[in-house]
């Protein structure tokens, strides 16, 4: 246990980072699981891009090319995601903006 401890207390900030966007990672996970959060919500999808983030910040000290292309693979579906819900939510506003507008209840 002590050797857990001194290594614990030898990390850089990179691997600080890193382990932050591990804990990130297997928090949304496991609510995800447990059923306190939606696998399609907006917070798992930010929860995963920023764990992505996380430990692709970590990888510039100690470089992985499997864990670089993951990471990056996450950031970049996970990024695209959130564009085309941004945009979802958008288009259905201007369409009750408008449907209000026009006089309609919606």
Do not use: C, K, P
């Amino acid at each position: 246990m002590d050797q857990i401890f001194d290594y614990s207390q030898s990390l850089g900030a990179l691997q600080v980072i890193g382990v932050l966007g591990f804990l990130l990672y297997i928090s949304a996970f496991a609510a995800v699981q447990w059923g306190v959060l939606n696998g399609n919500s907006l917070a798992y999808s930010l929860a995963n891009v920023m764990s992505s983030v996380f430990v692709s910040i970590s990888l510039i000290e100690e470089f992985n090319l499997s864990a670089a292309l993951i990471q990056g693979s996450v950031i970049a579906i996970g990024v695209t995601g959130l564009a085309l819900r941004l945009r979802r939510s958008r288009a259905r506003s201007r369409s009750i903006f408008h449907n209000t507008l026009d006089g309609d209840l919606v």
